[in-house]
């Protein structure tokens, strides 16, 4: 049963647009979400967050939208870099981040130069 | 400050044999996390551990897998015997408290033939 959804493996984009990732869940009870970035032989590192109680969370060039009647949250980039390419992966927790973390399936962005 | 270390990097095994992985968190960090990552999906929950009690071990097949942090420091996770199935990049993290921000560690690339 994945709870945690991100049905694209994999994604390109030009350098400079904007990249746009998309995740789903199905679990009622997680009220806190978070994306991981991950490079080839090192661990996912936290990229950025969003709390029920908000529909949007912004650092930088990374904002993450949160549709709750929808199930649904995505992490926008923009501009997108080189350096963004990588595996991001959604998680989701409940009781405000003190639950375990379920992690999505992951989806590779490549930023074409 | 050191990142969380992690070793082995790579493990190739036959299956019916042992192995154990070795994990030392962030310094001051008292909660400690153990995932599975299989080829194609996301990382799931083996353990947790706050200072060197039991939180959450609800995922790991108790069977085969065994896990310890004696001194409420580092950690070793064991597998045996190893099943063709447990082929997988197992990730420590560590986390200041619980519900804190989890770091991860490189992982352990396992490979049982």
């Known amino acids: 049963d994945q709870q945690v959804k991100q049905n694209s493996p994999s994604l390109s984009v030009q350098e400079g647009r904007i990249s746009i990732l998309n995740c789903d869940y199905t679990n009622s009870m997680f009220d806190y979400f978070l994306w991981y970035k991950k490079y080839p032989a090192e661990g996912p590192t936290f990229l950025i967050s969003?709390?029920?109680?908000?529909d949007k969370n912004e650092d930088g060039r990374f904002t993450v939208f949160l549709n709750k009647s929808a199930k649904h949250l995505s992490l926008h980039i923009v501009p997108s870099q080189p350096g963004d390419s990588a595996v991001y992966f959604c998680?989701?927790?409940?009781?405000?981040?003190?639950?375990?973390?379920?992690f999505g399936t992951g989806t590779r962005l490549t930023i074409i130069p | 400050e050191a990142g969380v270390a992690q070793s082995p990097r790579y493990k190739i095994i036959e299956k019916r044999q042992s192995v154990a992985f070795w994990c030392n968190p962030i310094s001051g960090h008292a909660t400690l996390y153990w995932y599975q990552q299989i080829l194609g999906q996301g990382p799931k929950l083996l353990i947790q551990f706050q200072n060197n009690g039991v939180v959450d071990d609800s995922q790991l097949p108790k069977d085969r897998f065994s896990a310890e942090r004696l001194k409420g420091v580092d950690s070793t996770l064991k597998i045996q015997p190893a099943k063709l199935e447990d082929s997988a990049v197992y990730l420590c993290?560590?986390?200041?408290?619980?519900?804190?921000?989890?770091?991860f560690g490189p992982g352990t690339r396992l490979t049982v033939l």
């Open positions: 998680a989701a927790s409940g009781n405000f981040g003190n639950e375990k973390l379920t």
């Open positions: 969003i709390s029920s109680i908000k």
């Open positions: 993290a560590s986390s200041l408290d619980r519900g804190g921000e989890q770091f």
